[in-house]
């Protein structure tokens, strides 16, 4: 066989040999793409489970906080009602506290009033019919004072409660006794801002007892005073009780024939006027709240005598 023919045949096995080896590898990579299919079609397959269960977490999510928004929403519900119960309460300890406080007062008061009129009661068992009639003229207006003191002490406390304001029952009248400083500027008539929150408390009491009249009287220490408003303690005090009156009329609406004014100059002292102290107790302004005279006369009318 020449050269030829053997290279020939050579070139025939080779590209023989050639086709079965990629028919191989043809045929491997089918199988391949086969099961990288079944591979990706059994993952997209779990995919959609995934996103199925996706849906449904993420419905839950939402149903969650949905009741976490709920949840948040009664409790400030729970936190507001919890705020005004503790709002409520405190009032009603507050009100507990003054009505304490009130009870208090009229108990001391009380005891002062009965004292006094177990005394009279003590005089009159031996007279007539007439001092029967003093005794209970006594009763009434002793119970009038009361009533009336104890709704001044608890209205004059609310809020303005200090040494400046001193309420007292004194026999047959019930006075107010109010420090210079509070009412009036220094050296003049003129009243103070906190002047008219303490009468505007005291007319309230004034206009709801329309039988009784009101006398302002005014005081001074002894340090003498003279300037262009003033010629001298009797002009300062009766100035001053003047501008009370004034604003008990204009300002609180209080009957004007109801009102007394009064000037008592440096005189009728409480305190020595030697010290600064003692200076200050006497400046002052007293307000007394009386029954008219013609009440009082109708009082000891003994046609009036209560049967007993």
């Not at 009664?74 to 003054?98: M, V």
């Not at 007062?105 to 003590?122: H, M, P, Q, V, Y």
Request: hydrophobic letters at 35%; charged letters at 25%; aromatic letters at 4%.
């Amino acid at each position: 066989m020449n050269t030829f023919h053997k290279s020939a045949l050579l070139l025939l096995a080779a590209a023989s040999l050639s086709s079965c080896v990629a028919k191989k590898k043809f045929t491997a990579l089918q199988s391949e793409l086969a099961l990288t299919k079944t591979e990706l079609a059994a993952a997209n397959k779990d995919l959609g489970k995934c996103g199925v269960s996706l849906n449904e977490y993420m419905n839950r999510l939402s149903l969650c906080e949905q009741e976490r928004s709920n949840a948040i929403k009664a409790q400030q519900i729970y936190e507001d009602q919890i705020t005004f119960l503790k709002s409520q309460l405190g009032d009603c300890q507050s009100l507990r506290d003054k009505q304490l406080s009130q009870v208090g007062d009229l108990t001391k008061l009380n005891k002062s009033a009965n004292d006094n009129i177990r005394e009279t009661l003590s005089q009159l068992e031996r007279k007539d019919k007439y001092l029967n009639l003093l005794q209970s003229a006594k009763t009434r207006a002793d119970s009038i004072n009361l009533a009336l003191a104890v709704n001044l002490t608890s209205m004059l406390r609310d809020g303005i409660e200090d040494r400046d304001i001193e309420v007292k029952v004194d026999k047959t009248v019930v006075f107010v006794n109010l420090s210079d400083k509070m009412l009036y500027q220094s050296g003049s008539s003129n009243l103070t801002p906190r002047a008219q929150e303490v009468l505007g408390k005291i007319a309230q009491i004034v206009s709801a007892r329309p039988e009784l009249e009101v006398m302002v009287e005014g005081y001074t220490d002894n340090v003498p005073i003279k300037n262009a408003c003033m010629d001298d303690n009797w002009d300062l005090s009766v100035k001053r009780a003047t501008s009370v009156v004034r604003a008990l009329q204009t300002q609180y609406k209080v009957n004007p024939n109801r009102l007394i004014a009064a000037g008592r100059g440096e005189y009728n002292t409480l305190a020595s006027n030697d010290t600064e102290a003692g200076r200050a107790t006497n400046r002052r302004t007293r307000i007394i709240i009386l029954p008219k005279l013609d009440q009082f006369y109708e009082l000891l009318d003994p046609n009036k005598v209560p049967n007993k």
